[in-house]
C-alpha cells in the first residue's frame, strides 16, 4: 500500500502563459494574467499550478531557452508580479511548481557568452565543446552524428566560428547544452533551486532532466533512419551514465530541505528498472516523471516525431497497464498526462473532434484519467475540450521552431512535389506543438477573451471559439438534460477523485479484457469500495462481455444522458455508444 503524501493526490494544472490571459494588451499572456484566474482554476479543483518557463529568453524555444534563471522575461511581467501570484495561490491553498530547463541554457545567458568568448574563458567547460572531424576529402564535420531534436535535418552540434569549435545543442543551436560533468555547473544549478523555493515556490518539473549525462565517448548513433544524414542519438544522451548520481546530488543538497513535488520530464526512456532507480519509494531523486508511452503511441518506433503509426485500444491498454503495474507491485509513482503544450489536444489525437463527437471524446479521456492511479496534470484548455487547429490553416500559422523547421526540411528535401508537402501539412495538423498553444479561449469576444478586442494575440487564435470557450461552458454546466459542459464533468470528476482517493489515487488496479480492440475497462478498489471503468474508444456501437464475473451495484457517471445509467446492464454485457464511457460501483 502507497504512502499517502500531498503531490500523490494533487490536481496539477499546467499554464503556458503566453497562451493563458494578457492583461496588458500586447497579445501576449502575462503573469498578472495567471493570477486574475486563480479563483476559476481553485473552483475546477486545481491544487497545484505549474507555470512553464517565464524567465527571461529571447524566445528561441518559447521560454525552453533561458537567458537568465532568476529574473522574468519582461513580456511576462516582473519578479515583484511572480510574488503577488505566489502570494495569492498560497491565501487559495495552491501550490506553484516553476519548470525547471537545466539541460541547456539560451545561446544568451551569460553563462555560454562568457563560455564561447574563448578557449581559455573560466566558464569554456560550462558547456560541451568538441574539434571537428574532416572526411576523406577534408570537409568539415561535426563530432558525432546526432541529429537536432526540434530540426532532424540538421547536425546537434554547432560550428563557432570565433574558437574553431563545435558545441552541442541538442535541441536548437540556440540553446546549447550544460556540460553537467563540471561540478561548478552543478553547484549553480542547485542555486537556482534554491532562488525559487527560497521565493515560495514548492517545487519543479524538470524539463528533459534525462538527457543531462552524456556517455562522454560521444559515439556515432547506428543509422535508423536511412533517408537522413544525422540519426536519432538518444542512446547516448538518454539516461546517461551519471543521471542517478546528479539526480540524488540534487535531492541531497536541496530537496531534502524542504517540502516539494519534484516531476522529471523523461523521453526516450523504456527501461523500468531505469524508472524505478528515479522514482522509486526508497529512491532519492524525484517523485515522479512524464513518461512518454502514451504520447509516442503514433509515433514510428526509432524514427523521428513526424511520422504516422497505426495504434487501436489494445496498444493503450498496454501502456496504461504497464504503467499503473509499475506503480502498484514495484512502489514506484507516475504522473497522469494527455496533454501538454508539446502535444496536440488530447482529444483530436484519441478520440473523434468533430463537432458531434468532441464533447464525448473530451469526457472519456477525463473518465479515463481521473479514475488511474497517478498525478494527475491537467493542460490548459483540456479541461474546455480545446482541440487541433483547423485543417485550413496553412504552414504559415505555425509559430513553433520545431514546425517551422519541418516544413523547411520538407521543402529542402521535396521541393515542388505536391503529394510529399500535403502529406508534410497533415503530419503538422495531427502533431504540430502549435495544435496546444493557441490563445486560451476564455468567451466568444474578439480574440476569444485572451487580449483586448484591439491588440494582435501573438498566435492565432482557433476559430471554434465562438462555440467552445469557457464562459459558456460555466454559464450552461446542464446543456441537456441529464448532461454535463466539459468543464463541470471535469469538475465533478476531479471532486469525485477526491473523494474516493482511497480508490482512485492510492487502490488497487486491474486491467480487464487486455485483447479488446476497442473497449478500454479496469477495476479499481480499496479495502471497502471497488470501481469500475469501461470507456469504448471507438465510433462504434459495441456490447461488451466483460461484466462477467462482476456485479454493478450502480454506474454512478457517464458522458451520455446519465438519468438512462439505470438501464446498463449489471452483470454479463454492456452496451456502449460510440465514445462512451461509464463508471461503475461494484458489489
Ligand atoms: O521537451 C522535450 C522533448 O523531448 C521534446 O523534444 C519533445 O519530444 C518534443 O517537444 C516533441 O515535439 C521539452 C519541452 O517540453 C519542450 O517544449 C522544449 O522544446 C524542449 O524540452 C527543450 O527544452
Ligand atoms: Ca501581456
Request: glycine share 6%; hydrophobic share 35%; with cysteine.
Amino acid at each position: 500500500v502507497h504512502k499517502h503524501r500531498w503531490w500523490k493526490e494533487a490536481v496539477v494544472y499546467q499554464i503556458y502563459p503566453a497562451s493563458f490571459l494578457d492583461t496588458n494588451g500586447d497579445g501576449w499572456g502575462d503573469v498578472p494574467g495567471i493570477t486574475k484566474k486563480l479563483d476559476y482554476l481553485k473552483s475546477l479543483g486545481v491544487d497545484v499550478i505549474w507555470v512553464s518557463p517565464i524567465y527571461k529568453s529571447p524566445q528561441a524555444d518559447m521560454g525552453y531557452d533561458i537567458a537568465d534563471y532568476e529574473d522574468i522575461d519582461p513580456s511576462y511581467g516582473t519578479l515583484g508580479d511572480v510574488d503577488n501570484l505566489i502570494k495569492e495561490i498560497k491565501k487559495r491553498h495552491m501550490k506553484l511548481i516553476m519548470d525547471l530547463v537545466v539541460n541547456h541554457t539560451s545561446d544568451q545567458h551569460a553563462w555560454f557568452l562568457d563560455s564561447r568568448s574563448s578557449k581559455t574563458s573560466p566558464k569554456r567547460d560550462w558547456y560541451i565543446w568538441k574539434p571537428a572531424r574532416y572526411d576523406s576529402s577534408g570537409n568539415r564535420q561535426p563530432p558525432n552524428n546526432w541529429a537536432l531534436i526540434l530540426g532532424e535535418a540538421n547536425s546537434a552540434w554547432t560550428w563557432d566560428e570565433t574558437t574553431q569549435e563545435y558545441y552541442l545543442s541538442l535541441f536548437t543551436p540556440e540553446q546549447p547544452d550544460l556540460n553537467w560533468e563540471n561540478p561548478a555547473v552543478r553547484a549553480a544549478v542547485h542555486d537556482i533551486l534554491r532562488f525559487w523555493l527560497n521565493r515560495g515556490c514548492s517545487g519543479f518539473r524538470m524539463d528533459v532532466i534525462n538527457l543531462i549525462s552524456k556517455v562522454q565517448t560521444y559515439p556515432d548513433a547506428a543509422v535508423t533512419v536511412p533517408s537522413h544524414t544525422y540519426q536519432p542519438g538518444d542512446k547516448y544522451y538518454a539516461n546517461g551514465p551519471r543521471l542517478h548520481e546528479y539526480l540524488q546530488e540534487i535531492h541531497d543538497r536541496v530537496l531534502s530541505k524542504y517540502d516539494t513535488l519534484t516531476v522529471g520530464e523523461m523521453p526516450f526512456v523504456r527501461d523500468e528498472a531505469e524508472i524505478l532507480r528515479v522514482v522509486g519509494a526508497e529512491s532519492r531523486e524525484l517523485n515522479m516523471i512524464f513518461a512518454f508511452d502514451l504520447v509516442d503511441i503514433d509515433n514510428v518506433p526509432g524514427d523521428f516525431k513526424f511520422t504516422l503509426h497505426k495504434w487501436d485500444a489494445r496498444d493503450l491498454k498496454r501502456i496504461v497497464n504497464r504503467l499503473q503495474r509499475l506503480m502498484l507491485e514495484r512502489d514506484g509513482w507516475n504522473a497522469l498526462f494527455v496533454e501538454n503544450h508539446d502535444q496536440p489536444r488530447s482529444v483530436s489525437r484519441y478520440t473523434d473532434d468533430s463537432d458531434e463527437w468532441r464533447e464525448y471524446g473530451a469526457k472519456l479521456l477525463c473518465l479515463m484519467q481521473t479514475t488511474l492511479a497517478g498525478t494527475l496534470y491537467v493542460y490548459q484548455g483540456e479541461e474546455l475540450g480545446m482541440r487541433n487547429v483547423p485543417k485550413s490553416w496553412g504552414p504559415e500559422e505555425y509559430k513553433d521552431i520545431e514546425s517551422i523547421n519541418f516544413w523547411k526540411k520538407n521543402n529542402t528535401m521535396y521541393p515542388g512535389d505536391e503529394e510529399k508537402l500535403s502529406h508534410a501539412r497533415h503530419i503538422l495538423h495531427l502533431k504540430a506543438r502549435d495544435n496546444a498553444r493557441t490563445p486560451m479561449q476564455w468567451d466568444a469576444s474578439p480574440h476569444s477573451g485572451f487580449t483586448s478586442p484591439s491588440s494582435t494575440p501573438w498566435m492565432r487564435v482557433n476559430s471554434d471559439y465562438d462555440h467552445i470557450n469557457a464562459s459558456s461552458q460555466l454559464a450552461t454546466p446542464n446543456p441537456t438534460p441529464g448532461t454535463l459542459s466539459v468543464h463541470a464533468f471535469w469538475q465533478r470528476a476531479l471532486a469525485s477523485r477526491k473523494a474516493n482517493k482511497d480508490v482512485f489515487v492510492y487502490g488497487d488496479f486491474e486491467m480487464l479484457d487486455m485483447e479488446h480492440r476497442s473497449v478500454v475497462a479496469y477495476k479499481r478498489w480499496s479495502a471497502d469500495k471497488s470501481f469500475i471503468t469501461v470507456l469504448n474508444f471507438s465510433g462504434g456501437n459495441v456490447s461488451w462481455k466483460g461484466l462477467e464475473g462482476v456485479r454493478v451495484k450502480k454506474w454512478v457517471a457517464g458522458n451520455y444522458d446519465e438519468r438512462e445509467l439505470g438501464n446498463k446492464g449489471m452483470g454479463g454485457s454492456v452496451d456502449l455508444r460510440p465514445w462512451e464511457g461509464v463508471l461503475g460501483m461494484l458489489e
